[in-house]
């Protein structure tokens, strides 16, 4: 299954909150792949803490082969090559995890027909062997979102879902609706493609990232009193701008450690040194589940 993880605005925690979804998804035993298809920043590699590919590969990597320079691009074994301790050596009962990384110097590309023809037979090639494929997209109306809607148009036979990611603000939230909804956002682009407007609506999920509890302690009884009134506020507006709670396939805590770094929140972060939430590895164990889950995603 090929899953698209994309926002309209950057730093929304779209890669740490994919990277955590792919982890977790390999530690429930599915084999799983990261394909790093942010083209301007492919910056995957600092996420799973893999040194040397903090900022894409030298040569090689998706950039080279969408280019036609390389026949396979470079793939990175997270549970063999991370370079921390904890994410080291595949626990039992796990999937594989691997990382397609970008080229470093690699950019922004126009889409083409050629491109797309590369595109749908990685996607192939990828499918056949992994449960998941998590392509993270470059943010906003990319080149890179125009190619996969195409290469998933050229491929109907595998299934494919949509992530969009925003935080939970005002400008987020409007913004990631304009990303599905709006001009030359994810359905109109799609449609034009030959995608069923309801079918690919129907495979489109909002993640909300980042979330502060309205409750959360330390507040005084008039913050409190405020706070409520805005979540309240947004909750009407993402319901307005069709990313309301039916649209949504949940949603991840603020997290102190991913506040400081972007990481992955291993067992040990949370049981031996404690210094994530257990809430947010829940979070993100339960988006992993509801990734594959088909009742989540009947239609709108
Ligand atoms: N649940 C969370 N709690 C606290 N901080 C978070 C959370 N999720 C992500 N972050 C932080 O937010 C920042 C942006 O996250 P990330 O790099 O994943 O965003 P992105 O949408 O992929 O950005 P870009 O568009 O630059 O690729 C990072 O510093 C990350 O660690
Ligand atoms: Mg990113």
Redesign the pocket.
């Known amino acids: 299954m090929l899953i698209f993880a994309t ?1 309209d605005k ?8 994919s990277g955590n979804m792919a982890y977790r998804c390999a530690l429930s035993g599915k084999h799983v792949c990261y394909v790093d298809f ?1 083209f301007g ?1 492919p ?1 995957a590699g600092a996420v799973f803490n893999i040194d040397g590919a903090q900022h894409g590969v030298t040569g090689g990597g998706l950039h080279s082969y969408l280019l036609g320079d390389t026949a396979d691009p470079e793939r990175i074994d997270i549970f063999s090559r991370a370079d921390r301790l904890s994410l080291r050596d595949r626990p039992p009962g796990s999937g594989r995890l691997v990382l397609l990384p970008g080229d470093s110097g690699g950019g922004e590309f126009p889409s083409s027909r050629e491109l797309v023809r590369r595109c749908a037979t990685l996607f192939d090639e990828l499918n056949s062997e992994f449960e998941i494929v998590l392509v993270d997209l470059s ?1 906003g109306r990319s080149y890179a979102a125009q190619m996969v809607l195409a290469a998933a148009r050229e491929r109907p036979e595998i299934p494919a879902r949509w992530l969009v ?1 925003h935080r939970w603000t005002q400008q987020h939230i409007i913004a990631a609706s304009s990303l599905v909804y709006g001009d030359r956002g994810i359905l109109e682009t799609g449609v034009a493609l030959g995608h069923d407007r309801e079918q690919l609506l129907g495979s489109l999920r909002f993640i909300r ?2 979330v502060v509890e309205p409750d959360a302690q330390g507040l005084t009884a008039e913050q409190t009193a405020w706070v409520n009134d805005c979540n309240a506020a947004l909750q009407g507006l993402a319901r307005d701008r069709g990313a309301g709670k039916l649209a949504v396939l949940g949603s ?4 102190p450690v ?2 400081w ?2 990481q992955l929140i291993t067992n040990r972060d949370l049981t031996v040194s404690r210094i994530a939430n257990p809430q ?1 590895a829940e979070a993100f164990e339960e988006l992993a589940r509801l990734l594959t889950d088909d009742a989540a995603w009947e239609t709108i």
């Open positions: 926002s950057g730093g929304t925690g779209r890669s740490v909150t942010d920043s910056t943010a990611f990232t980042a991840v805590p603020l997290d991913l506040q770094r972007e947010t």
